[in-house]
């Protein structure tokens, strides 16, 4: 089955940017999305098919996809953003389909 | 507004059964895939399952997890998705998500959950 592999955490000071990865083979065949999970809380899409924004999702998140690793950028950092992310794809290249997620990266704001 | 509230969690011994609901408002349920979600304390998300729209042939996929003891449903007249879950083991329990899945294709399918429910809690113990 298709695997997704993402590091553990990233840590980032407030107003820097923040790159969370995603690797998995050819993944930039895929369209990736990618979840927010605060603690407690349901989890939040805020990014879907790369690099498209949900309404209600601020321009500081964005998204790209080439080759092996895809990746979800977060402009000018606020303390608001440290959460779990969750990179996501719809794998059909098995025997049956299905959802798969990368691990999850703990996104610190120092 | 898009609503998902799931209902039916709740403290079930090893080798019941268990079956939950998610009720859903502020759409048109019928045009939409329904997908189940778990996490289990301190872990990632695990997807569970998966029900297309009928225009889409309401078919199911399963994660191989639960493939088999595991069953979700629609009832497009309520607009609601149930899980059933059978045989219950100590490593289903988790805090359960209902979506609701969009779907996109360029070139191939995918899908995406782009509202989720705040979730129920499911405890398999004896």
């Known amino acids: 089955s298709y695997v997704l592999t993402q590091p553990p955490s990233v840590s980032v000071a407030p107003g820097q940017t923040a790159r969370i990865t995603c690797g998995g083979n050819n993944i930039g065949s895929k369209s990736v999305h990618w979840y927010q999970q605060k603690p407690g809380q349901a989890p939040v899409l805020v990014v879907y098919?790369?690099?498209d924004r949900p309404s209600g999702i601020p321009e500081r998140f964005s998204g790209s996809n080439s080759g092996n690793t895809a990746t979800l950028t977060i402009s000018r950092v606020e303390a608001g953003d440290e959460a779990d992310y969750y990179c996501q794809v719809w794998d059909s290249s098995s025997d049956h389909s299905g959802v798969v997620f990368g691990g999850g990266t703990k996104l610190t704001v120092l | 507004e898009v609503q998902l509230v799931e209902s039916g969690g709740g403290l079930v011994q090893p080798g019941r059964s268990l079956r939950l609901s998610c009720t859903a408002s502020?759409?048109?349920?019928?045009?939409?895939?329904m997908s189940w979600f778990r996490q289990a304390p301190g872990k990632g998300l695990e997807w569970v399952g998966f029900?297309?729209?009928?225009?889409?042939?309401?078919?199911?996929e399963y994660a191989a997890s639960v493939k088999g003891r595991f069953t979700i449903s629609r009832d497009d007249s309520k607009s609601i998705a149930y899980l059933q879950m059978n045989s219950l083991k100590t490593e289903d329990t988790a805090v359960y998500y209902c979506?609701?899945?969009?779907?996109?294709?360029?070139?191939?399918?995918?899908?995406?959950?782009?509202?989720w429910g705040q979730g129920t809690l499911v405890t398999v113990s004896s």
């Open positions: 979506t609701r899945g969009r779907i996109t294709i360029f070139g191939v399918v995918t899908y995406y959950f782009d509202y």
């Open positions: 029900i297309r729209s009928k225009a889409y042939g309401g078919t199911t």
């Open positions: 502020g759409f048109t349920f019928g045009d939409y895939a």
């Open positions: 098919d790369d690099s």
